[in-house]
């Protein structure tokens, strides 16, 4: 029996599902998919186990069984690493239970459905929300299902439900969060569609970016390349990238900002006015590290909209009182996703108005994903990609 039998997500070798053995073509890359029947041959699959703060083991697992009402399993075939992955796997943050699968950013094939599931079948090409949501509460009645009193998540942070993730060759979820996946969009691309949905939640749901509005994004790692895009896409005015690292710089460069700033070789405040002298209509902070909640802070004018997106981790900043109540800004905070934010950036794909695979920079199988992990603590980098 598996080590994961305390989990919600119950892990076992699977059953027959169909007497027959059918075989899928992927629109990609047009390598067969495995059946439910193949499937009980094999019993177990690999998976990238944290069994403790940087102790990640490559382990055979037990491939998850769909028993549950409305379970679906995926056959994983891209998932992304975000920042809370690696933060997870190098003890950087505690919500953490092991043994743990991380990984909450994939796509993939339905390899199997459990009882009750109607809207998806074996071989559809599916992109995962990793946040499951009951729909029946109150945070999930009024549309704010990230919110769920009951919510589960795969592979990610938040609720205290965690599932195993996408840093295996199979997961299992719910067809809630499951969203068919465009023919023109590749695994590896469709894979993003999670943080891009954040990306968009909060700068234009939440944030309320308005067209010609000047846009700062600091940080522009792969997740504040999304917020930079997005505003690019949306209309922005001046689109003002600040990073340390000239690798991020550049990229921003590339994908729409109008101007780039080294907060380490200039005076970032002194230069956002001088190219803005009437000040920001929005900041987006997108890096993470405290310095950049704090240089937003000091950036905002009367009116400012300002969200705290990229911190995860539990620090302090501090706001003048007065001064916070005469500037009668906005400020704003993006978590999770939910069901119109994934639909919003998966529409932005297939329109061609965002092309994530210009965000990517490495890709690794799963068998290298040590390798990707020292990837992401590097400067020269924006998203990796795991390819199980």
């Known amino acids: 029996m598996s080590r994961f039998r305390d989990k919600q997500v119950q892990c076992h070798p699977f059953t027959i599902f169909k007497t027959s053995i059918s075989i899928y073509q992927t629109h990609s890359s047009k390598e067969a998919v495995l059946t439910a029947e193949r499937m009980l041959l094999m019993k177990k699959m690999l998976a990238a186990v944290l069994n403790d703060f940087n102790d990640l083991r490559l382990e055979e697992v037990p491939i998850p069984e769909p028993k549950e009402e409305g379970s679906v399993v995926v056959k994983i075939k891209s998932c ?22 991380a990984g909450h950013e994939p796509s993939g094939i339905v390899a199997a459905a459990g009882p009750g599931v109607t809207h998806f079948k074996e071989g559809d090409e599916v992109i995962c929300q990793p946040s499951g949501y009951c729909g029946y509460c109150e945070a999930c009645r009024v549309g704010n299902t990230h919110f769920c009193e009951n919510a589960f998540t795969t592979g990610g942070d938040g609720p205290k439900d965690v599932w195993p993730g996408a840093f295996a060759e199979y997961m299992q979820t719910k067809q809630q969060c499951l969203f068919k996946k465009p023919a023109t969009i590749s695994f590896d691309a469709a894979c993003l569609t999670e943080p ?79 190219i803005i002298p009437r000040g920001p209509d929005l900041i987006v902070e997108a890096a993470g590290p405290i310095e950049a909640v704090k240089l937003m802070v000091a950036l905002r004018r009367r009116g400012t909209r300002w ?80 390819n199980p």
């Not at 799963?366 to 390798?371: G, K, M, S, Y």
Request: glycine share 10%.
């Open 196 to 274: 891009l949905s954040g990306a968009w939640k909060g700068v234009i749901y939440t944030s309320q970016m308005q067209l010609g509005d000047d846009v700062v994004v600091i940080g522009t790692g792969s997740i504040g390349l999304m917020c930079l895009m997005v505003a690019k896409a949306a209309g922005a005015g001046h689109l003002i990238a600040i990073d340390t690292s000239e690798y991020a710089r550049k990229h921003a460069l590339a994908l729409g900002a109008t101007h780039i700033i080294d907060p380490k070789s200039e005076d970032p405040i002194q230069r956002v006015y001088e």
């Open 307 to 386: 969200n705290v997106f990229g911190i995860t981790t539990h620090e302090t900043f501090e706001l003048d009182g007065g001064l916070t109540h005469f500037l009668e800004g906005h400020m704003d905070a993006s978590f999770g996703t939910n069901p119109l934010a994934m639909s919003k950036a998966i529409r932005l794909q297939e329109i061609g108005l965002i092309d994530l695979e210009n965000v990517i920079s490495h890709r690794l199988p799963l068998t290298e994903i040590h390798q990707a992990i020292e990837i992401m603590a590097g400067p020269n980098r924006n998203k990796v990609v795991i």
């Open 80 to 101: 992304g690493i975000c920042a809370t992955d690696y933060k997870a796997i190098k003890g950087i943050r505690k919500n953490v239970s092991f043994p743990f699968i």
